[in-house]
């Protein structure tokens, strides 16, 4: 595997953090556990937000070079999840969130992280090829 992409799967671990943070918050709220949820909340909105940043500055430009249509579909989906996120936060507030609602946004996110990874493979091979082509 071509060395930039390797480099940039040292992102991906944060995704297992994500999921175990939004499953955790699932079980707090089918407990009604008030403080959890608020905290397991934060750390979730801390975590996801400087995740996306992070890939939309390093992996993003990189991904763009070869494949401006991958690049622009994970920024997409970026953006679609933190709508997502946003919603589940107002129903958190209204008290009407469930841990079915959670677990699926948790399936959404899993998704992402798996079109991005099947885009790093795929470019993986790209980025060894424009080397040394040039």
């Known amino acids: 595997m071509n060395a930039e992409v390797a480099g940039l ?7 297992d953090r994500l999921e175990r943070l939004l499953a955790d918050l699932g079980a707090a709220i089918a407990a009604g556990q008030q ?38 579909v994970i920024v997409l989906e970026h953006r679609h999840l933190i709508r997502r996120w946003i919603d589940i936060c107002a129903s958190i507030d209204r008290s009407v969130a469930t841990a079915a609602g959670v677990r699926a946004f948790a399936e959404e996110l899993r998704v992402h992280a798996e079109n991005e990874d099947r885009v790093l493979d795929r470019l993986g091979h790209g980025l060894g090829a424009a080397r040394s082509d040039g």
Do not use: V
């Open 9 to 15: 799967r040292e992102l991906a671990p944060i995704h």
């Open 35 to 72: 403080a959890a949820i608020a905290q397991l909340r934060k750390d979730f909105d801390h975590e996801i937000l400087m995740h996306f940043d992070a890939e939309e500055r390093i992996m993003i430009p990189t991904i763009a070079r070869l494949s401006e249509r991958d690049a622009r």
